[in-house]
């Protein structure tokens, strides 16, 4: 009897996808995947096995359609139990079980069942043939070297996650190639432009920008740390900061360093994580510009990945699923994400999310503004950061204006060890770069507030929360250049807004700008007078950055004020905790911005939270396991959350300033007929706004928005179609769902 992984409806039985084959080319790919990293024999033996239940007559009559479910997962992961014992044999059965379910608990399963309920429950005898087809190699000792003994567990586990990731992709793109060769077309990976011609355009890019650049000692000293962090690239592998003041160059200048860096140690990729989805178009967009991406590349090559639309949720067959539905692996050469994209991912259980994972190790990872990783994750992270380094050949660099205080040397908790600085005299950087004096103003109210920004021809106000914003912007509306900027408005928006905003700081004109913090990470804007409620000193200091950002004036003036009680006024109280900290510096400090102000902030409050650094107590759940290995990965992932309160799409048909732009409509109506969605999506994106929970209920209850497809791809795309509810100047409102302007309802 010939037996089958895969078949299809335009062939016949005897043309479909050999089970040994594909077997056999699974753990290739995947031995491929983990070569350099030392592990290549479990990797092979992981593909080997993974379908081994497909060695069975009742496997087959199911690819004939004559029965609906069979599990042929567990079958590999009792052969790699028996043959390779209960250390290696375990960790790769965790794989090998959950290559279609995902990463279960060792005991106490959840959605899944766990792996040792699945190990005891009966399944269809396999056909002896497959031990004459496959030929399992002796395994190697896994090349991880823990931090110590406490670090065991979560050593072991992440090494799981690895093997699961090499495998869970290997199968995938074999899956993959299968069916697009049955449907004549071929997939186009493998055509990316290397390292070594992305670091020469860059060189060429950096080179006019040089050119252009007006004598001034701001841009000289950028000049000077793009130099010298490049010249470190030649350093081993491992951890680095890249501590320097706003404004002075730092994402041009890690990523120089990172490719330099990984042309000299032959890593991958650089994969650049930043801490809000609001800028990811923005920063994948001064990539393209540097690294001279166009329409005539045949592939992207810098990759955006979002987490906006979660591909696991979207329903279709389960073979073609492996085409259709695939979410990107990470195999670009350079990969822009999120902070919650990356590390969910490296915590996380499900297939799709996990198959990038192994193209993170031989990678250089720049962490952009480092001290925005949550505090009730931080020690998970730092824990990942530190395993990166030290067992996957990866290199990580902090990189930040307010660098946090995470090496050992700081007094963290078994934090970063041996960080190297790339930028030349922090110090130094700090004094020279001094371009604003920070003044505290204590306690004022909204009318007074206002008055202060009518008082300002070009003036910036930074709150806490977007209610606060809109409030605000609504009492200084009607003063010439007032605007406002916030997460409810798409990401396309708010870029039309920003080049407006500059424009207008350019031309000299009347500019009043209300926004919430996102205005604080990677957004170049440069005005004279800067208004921020408190938070903490990092927000506060990054607030400053966006005043006299180019050194045009001597000083600008940054006022940190507290904003009068009241309803919508009041920061979350993580904020509000950091804040307090903060109030405590700027009393001793007389000038908080410099080095030694930002470490006392950061070790105090990292004192204060103590072992709610570690809230799920992942560590010690991961360390409780390190003996039988049976660890809770469904529930770790269920429980890491960089967000605690999750946020839900809304697509926003958003024209912009051309109003015949039908983009986004043109998109919409792809999707309504389109079988693989995953393109769409991605160039959806500038168009999102995310929402609580309870509005999108609340719009899809009113009839405002409506579903696209729901029976194929569940709630994910989700439309708004009363346009009345997004105004030009504010943005998604929802206080009324039903709300129609007058004109709009004129026939």
């Known amino acids: 009897m010939e037996y089958y992984a895969h078949s299809h409806p335009s062939v016949g039985r005897r043309d479909w996808h050999r089970l040994s084959i594909h077997l056999q080319d699974t753990g290739d790919r995947a031995a491929a995947f983990l ?154 990976r493998g055509m990316h432009p290397t390292l070594a011609e992305l670091s020469s355009r860059l060189d060429a890019h950096l080179s006019r920008i040089e050119t252009r650049a007006e004598q001034s000692e701001v841009n000289e000293l950028r000049r000077e740390v793009l130099r010298h962090a490049r010249a470190k690239a030649a350093e081993a592998p491992g951890l680095f900061t890249l501590t320097v003041p706003t404004g002075g160059g730092k994402t041009l200048t890690s990523l120089a360093f990172a490719l330099a860096h990984a042309l000299r140690h032959e890593m991958a990729r650089v ?106 994750v931080l020690r998970p992270c730092v824990a990942t950061i530190d395993e990166l380094a030290r067992n996957w050949r990866a290199s990580v660099v902090l990189c930040t204006a307010t660098q946090p205080a995470l090496g050992e040397g700081d007094g963290f908790d078994r934090g970063l060890p041996d960080l190297r600085e790339l930028a030349p005299d922090p110090p130094s950087l700090y004094r020279r770069l001094k371009r604003t004096r920070i003044h505290p103003k204590g306690q004022l109210a909204d009318g007074e507030l206002a008055e202060r920004l009518r008082e300002s021809r ?17 009492l200084i509306s009607d003063a010439e250049g007032s605007c406002h900027l916030t997460t409810l408005m798409c990401a396309r928006h708010r870029q039309e807004r920003l080049d407006m905003v500059r424009q207008r700081l350019r031309d ?21 007078v800067v208004w921020r409620a408190h938070a903490g000193l990092e927000s506060i200091i990054q607030a400053a950055g966006r005043c006299n950002r180019h050194g045009r004036m001597r000083e600008g003036d940054v006022f940190v004020f507290e904003p009068a009680e009241g309803e919508g006024r009041k920061p979350p109280p993580e904020i509000e905790q950091f804040a307090a900290v903060a109030r405590g510096v700027m009393r001793r400090y007389a000038d908080p911005a410099p080095l030694d102000a930002i470490k006392s902030y950061f070790e105090q409050l990292y004192w204060i939270k103590g072992d709610k650094l570690d809230a799920s107590a992942i560590l010690r759940r991961l360390d409780e396991r390190r003996s039988d290995l049976n660890f809770p990965f469904e529930t770790i992932a269920r429980e890491f959350r960089l967000i605690e309160t999750p946020m839900l799409p809304v697509i926003v048909p958003y024209c912009g300033l051309n109003q015949a732009d039908g983009t986004v409509d043109g998109l919409l109506n792809e999707l309504r007929w389109v079988e693989r969605p995953g393109r769409i999506a991605r160039r959806l994106q500038p168009y999102i706004v995310q929402i609580p929970p309870l509005a999108r209920h609340a719009l899809l209850s009113a009839g405002a928005v409506t579903v696209i497809r729901e029976e194929d791809f569940g709630q994910q795309f989700v439309v708004l179609v009363n346009r009345d509810l997004y105004r030009s100047d504010v943005g998604l409102t929802w206080a009324d769902p039903t709300f129609r302007r007058a004109e709009s309802l004129v026939f």
């Not at 997962?73 to 965790?94: D, H, N």
């Not at 002896?128 to 670090?151: F, G, N, Y």
């Not at 979410?327 to 670009?332: F, G, K, P, R, T």
């Not at 070009?458 to 609504?474: P, S, W």
């Open 458 to 474: 070009q003036v910036l106000c930074i709150v806490n929360t977007r209610r606060h914003a809109r409030e605000l912007y609504d």
């Open 508 to 528: 000299d004109e009347p500019v009043r700008l209300v926004a919430t913090s996102l205005v604080e990470a990677g957004v170049d804007v440069d005005f004279p």
């Open 35 to 188: 070569e350099r990293l030392g592990c290549a024999n479990l990797g092979r033996i992981a593909g080997l096995l993974h379908d081994l239940g497909k060695y069975t007559p009742e496997f087959q009559d199911r690819l004939a359609g004559e029965v609906s479910r069979v599990d042929h997962s567990t079958a590999g992961a009792k052969v790699a139990l028996e043959r390779y014992g209960p250390k290696i044999g375990r960790l790769l059965a965790f794989c090998i079980a959950g290559h279609h379910a995902g990463l279960a608990n060792g005991v106490n399963g959840g959605e899944t069942s766990a792996l040792t309920d699945r190990l005891s429950a009966p399944i269809p005898r396999l056909d002896e043939v497959w031990e004459t087809q496959i030929s399992l190699p002796e395994p190697t000792a896994p090349p991880v070297v823990p931090r110590d003994a406490d670090a065991v567990g979560f050593s072991a586990a992440f090494f799981t996650r690895m093997v699961f990731s090499a495998l869970v992709d290997a199968d995938f793109l074999d899956t993959e190639a299968w069916f697009a060769d049955r449907e004549g077309v071929r997939p186009p």
């Open 271 to 376: 994969i650049y994580v930043i801490p809000y989805m609001s800028i990811i178009e923005q920063t994948a967009a001064v990539f393209r510009e540097a690294l001279g991406a166009d329409e005539a590349d045949p592939v992207e090559f810098v990759v955006e990945h979002h987490s906006t639309f979660d591909e696991d949720r979207i329903r279709g067959r389960e073979a073609g699923d492996k085409l259709r539905l695939a979410m990107e692996n990470w195999d670009a050469p350079i990969i822009v994400t999120t902070a919650v994209q990356f590390f969910e991912s490296l915590f996380a259980r499900r297939p799709s999310r996990c198959r990038k994972l192994h193209n993170i190790a031989n990678s250089v990872v720049i962490l952009d503004e480092a001290q925005t990783l949550p505090l009730p």
